[in-house]
């Protein structure tokens, strides 16, 4: 019950963002339709940023507790591409039941986590953000493994919004874990990370 009451209250707040989009449609086409309407939008968030990545954590008593656990670095170089500089996998490995491949995960070396974007609002900017899925070949219980952690990509809750002209908000959330090609039970909850973004003035 508290993982619907999480994904209401953030689906509550997607839509007051929408909301906010279907006032500035009264006066003039805000979605993003076109070629040109896309570089527009790219134009307006476009470069390099600096932030935090935020944890929500569903099992508090309200629902939701923000709670910051990494500093992050992130680019957007062109109008189908975000990247997370070399995001944590102390944080992909967050609610791994299995203890082996938990710490095998957190010894690996962090790498960049690409995302597929698409741009749905020009003003404010909205889009779609499709993380690429991590792999990693990774020993553990005596053998190699490949393991796959999956996004949810496609929905309303895998997303970024340009909250002021430098700011960005940034919500991803890591779905599973496969190894050897099978789904497994090992990722007790869903990780929901939130990124809250400055843009870096580059002189």
């Not at 070949?137 to 949810?152: E, G, I, M, S």
Request: with cysteine; aromatic share 8%.
């Amino acid at each position: 019950m508290k993982k619907i009451n999480l994904f209401a209250l953030l689906f509550c707040f997607l839509a007051a963002g929408s909301m906010t989009s279907c006032n500035s449609d009264s006066t003039e086409d805000n979605d993003v339709q076109t070629k040109a309407d896309i570089q527009e939008a790219f134009a307006k968030v476009k470069g390099q940023y600096e932030g935090k990545i935020v944890y929500l954590d569903g099992n508090t008593t309200d629902g939701i507790n923000d709670k910051e656990v990494a500093r992050v670095n992130c680019e957007i170089p062109n109008d189908s591409t975000l990247i997370i500089k070399y995001f944590p996998n102390k944080l992909l490995a967050m609610n791994i039941k299995n203890k082996a491949l938990k710490e095998a995960l957190e010894a690996a070396e962090d790498k960049d986590l690409v995302c597929r974007i698409g741009f749905i609002k020009k003003k404010p900017v909205e889009m779609i953000v499709n993380p690429v899925t991590p792999e990693f070949n990774l020993t553990f219980d005596n053998a190699q493994h490949k393991v796959l952690l999956p996004f949810f990509i496609n929905n309303i809750y895998s997303f970024s919004r340009q909250m002021s002209a430098d700011e960005l908000l940034l919500q991803i959330i890591e779905a599973a874990v496969v190894v050897d090609g099978k789904v497994t039970k090992d990722l007790t909850t869903n990780n929901i990370f939130k990124l809250k973004l400055e843009r870096l003035m580059i002189r």
